[in-house]
């Protein structure tokens, strides 16, 4: 099989009627060339109240930067702007929109901002992660059509803790410039933003659950909010299914029943998207993190570190369970005998994205079948 996507698609109860459908409406649309999508800024998720609270440190950067409080806008409108061309299956837009143009526009989103200070023997580690989603919406009916993401992330060390000026300074090298780490990503992904059918397949990561044995392994700033790391963890793995796969992805709600996405724009307007239900849903279990000594000298300690999930993949609307399985991933870190602490975060976090990656593989290769003749006929008696 060649694609994750193709695999959902053969596991939809109607399946074969939703790919054609998808497949017919696009081959229809590109005879008169890519349909067009209006550019439509750069915007804040959450609730506008709430900006400054969640998002400290970019709140500050987009209000100091130049004086002119649009940073990210200034800097995500330059780089869609060059990179209009690159959008093979759909044609950006910036002019703007008249009465009879297409409803969809598409947007950069700030989703989460962690900020973690950690101090190790005699310097201070600063880790910066930010969360973002490249989002098409639909202006006509208010609704979130699909989502990308994309998390990036920033590591550095001092021998004294990092100010306030000298975090915002750093997320700036994240952000500024084509070259940056954000829109490096995001040039990877826009190659394959496309307009499906109105019954395209989407999936979305519905739930995620951190279990105790994950816990001791966590930087504070994490322990003390499992649902915070909940929703990194939801970025992380998306990421991964849109990278791998191609799918087209609805937003993870952090508590899980919210169903609308609030955005606030840089031209200050704060709109409301209805995140509709997904085609599959995909419930995350982190259940723990374990380390093993493997190996031991005068000089070294071999030490493995392991990720553990169960991850299941099923139909909402009738609890169709398509994907249900245990993941684990292994990696190794050789500790000198001289070093007193040892930094896991970095270590447990690779070990959960080659479980994830693991998880993508297993998908593919499993070849468990659910008749769709059969299951639709059982629902329509």
């Keep these: 099989m060649n694609s994750l996507a193709e695999w959902l698609r053969r596991r939809c109860a109607i399946g074969v009627l939703i790919f054609f459908a ?23 998720a959450g609730n506008a109240g709430e900006i400054a609270k969640n998002y400290p440190i970019a709140s500050k950067l987009d209000a100091l930067d130049g004086g002119n409080g649009h940073f990210f806008e200034t800097q995500s409108r ?11 299956n759909v044609s950006v837009t910036f002019d703007l929109v008249r009465p009879h143009d297409s409803p969809l526009v598409l947007a950069l989103a700030l989703s989460s901002e962690k900020i973690l200070h950690e101090e190790l023997s005699d310097f201070h580690k600063l880790v910066i992660q930010l969360g973002f989603e490249l989002l098409i919406l639909d202006f006509d009916t208010m609704e979130v059509v699909s989502s990308r993401p994309i998390c990036i992330e920033y590591i550095d060390a001092g021998k004294n803790e990092f100010s306030e000026d000298e975090v915002v300074a750093r997320m700036r090298t994240m952000i500024a410039g084509a070259n940056s780490q954000l829109f490096v990503a995001i040039l990877s992904k826009i190659g394959s933003v496309r307009i499906g059918g109105k019954n395209q397949c989407t999936l979305q990561i519905h739930a995620v659950s951190i279990g105790d044995k994950s816990i001791p392994f966590l930087p504070d700033a994490y322990r003390n909010a499992k649902a915070t790391y909940a929703q990194a963890v939801a970025q992380q793995f998306g990421a991964l299914l849109t990278s791998q796969g191609g799918l087209a992805m609805l937003p993870y709600s952090k508590d899980g029943l919210n169903s609308k996405m609030a955005l606030r724009f840089s031209d200050s307007s704060v709109l409301q998207f209805k995140i509709p239900p997904p085609t599959f849903a995909m419930d995350v279990d982190v259940r723990g993190f374990k380390k093993v000594l493997s190996k031991k000298t005068d000089a070294e300690s071999l030490w493995i570190y392991g990720a553990f999930l169960n991850v299941r993949v099923y139909e909402p609307e009738f609890n169709v369970v398509f994907f249900d399985a245990p993941i684990k991933y292994g990696v190794s870190k050789i500790v000198p005998a001289s070093q007193m602490n040892v930094d896991e975060f970095p270590v447990i976090s690779e070990a959960l994205t080659g479980a994830f990656l693991s998880t993508i593989d297993e998908m593919r290769k499993n070849q468990s079948e659910v008749d769709p003749v059969r299951w639709t006929a059982d629902r329509v008696k």
């Design 22 to 44: 998808a497949e017919n409406s696009l081959t229809a649309s590109e005879l008169d060339g890519p349909p067009k999508i209006f550019y439509g800024g750069f915007a804040f």
């Design 78 to 88: 330059e780089f869609f702007v060059k990179h209009a061309g690159q959008f093979r």
